[in-house]
């Protein structure tokens, strides 16, 4: 290493620049997140009051200890919450039932970790005919 001051800062601050660069490309937020994503599966186009949907499923993204994302379709370990348990009620954790007319929205929660899904599912439930 060079002895002069102004050469040694250089070579320092080189470093310091590459070392913040890598810690930033390790902890991007937009990348390799995990995550919990449901699908109202037979949810019908009309829901009416007193209706029980299909069973809604769930996958999970989570990351390896290498940092690569694993996706597990057909989710196990997760229950429904809805906004507005009077208009859409959870029935047996992962069936919803509309209750009164309105709009709820259904989120998913990981019951092994802290996971919520970040997208809800609006549900609107109409009058019978």
């Known amino acids: 290493m060079p002895n002069h001051p102004a050469s040694r800062f250089a070579v320092f601050s080189t470093m310091a620049a590459m070392a913040a660069l890598l810690a930033a ?15 109202d599966t037979g949810l019908p186009t009309a829901f009416h009051v007193g209706d029980t949907s299909g069973l809604w499923t769930a996958s999970r993204t989570t990351l390896t200890a290498t940092g690569r994302e694993e996706t597990q379709n057909d989710y196990p370990s997760f229950h429904l919450k809805s906004s507005d348990s009077t208009v859409v009620a959870i029935a047996k ?37």
Do not use: Y
């Not at 902890?27 to 390799?32: G, L, R």
């Open 25 to 39: 490309c390790a902890t991007d937020p937009q990348t390799n997140k995990e995550h919990l994503d449901i699908k």
């Open 93 to 129: 954790q992962r069936f919803v039932v509309g209750i009164k007319e309105g709009t709820a929205q259904v989120t998913a929660r990981d019951d092994k970790s802290t996971l919520v899904s970040e997208a809800a599912v609006t549900v609107t439930v109409v009058a019978k005919p």
